[in-house]
């Protein structure tokens, strides 16, 4: 029985935790860290200083989790569209279009969290900083492998410079986010999704 009891404790506090993460996600990119108190996040959450404090030592680790938590929730909804679709040309397309649609109603309530991090933790919140540029690299990577994979398919050219590529790809995306946010208009991304996809046609074999 005591057994049981641990077992249903700690799966309790693993939800309470999720929970703060998944709240506190939202106000961080929708305020920046430097904008939201733990008053507000204990507003949000229900829940009081000391719960708050119980789960996570201060503001900053808490902020570290909700950003990883809201970055996964956007490569998580790109993995489901992405997933079934076989050719790699096709892909990125698929993620092009993702962005295109959400250009302005993101997973993530605020905008893209890497874009709002990159943003203010360089400046406000430099030990921070570490994530948002880890999850840059792994976005980069992640893009080079799909490169590399489309190129042994023989999908896409062989002279590809996959490293200009991906950068530029990713250069685009947040760019035209940016745009689209702060036109609050669509057609702002639209245009760089054309010109991405162009792009895309362009380095198929």
Request: one cysteine or more; aromatic letters at 8%.
């Amino acid at each position: 029985m005591v057994y049981f009891c641990e077992k249903f404790t700690m799966k309790k506090a693993d939800q309470t935790r999720q929970m703060i993460v998944s709240k506190a996600a939202v106000l961080f990119n929708r305020q920046g860290v430097s904008g939201t108190s733990m008053s507000d996040i204990m507003e949000v959450t229900g829940l009081t200083k000391g719960g708050l404090y119980g789960n996570f030592k201060s503001k900053e680790e808490l902020a570290e989790a909700a950003f990883e938590y809201a970055v996964n929730q956007v490569w998580d909804e790109i993995s489901l569209r992405t997933k079934e679709i076989e050719r790699v040309p096709d892909k990125l397309k698929a993620v092009v279009y993702f962005y295109k649609e959400h250009a302005l109603s993101p997973p993530i309530e605020g905008g893209c969290p890497l874009l709002n991090a990159g943003a203010e933790f360089d400046y406000n919140h430099p030990t921070l900083l570490p994530k948002v540029k880890s999850s840059m690299e792994k976005w980069h990577q992640r893009l080079i492998k799909s490169l590399e994979k489309g190129i042994e398919r023989k999908e896409l050219k062989a002279e590809l410079d996959k490293e200009q590529f991906a950068s530029v790809f990713i250069a685009c995306i947040e760019g035209g986010l940016l745009l689209s946010q702060v036109q609050k208009s669509k057609e702002a991304f639209s245009r760089i999704a054309n010109h991405l996809i162009q792009q895309i046609e362009s380095i198929q074999s």
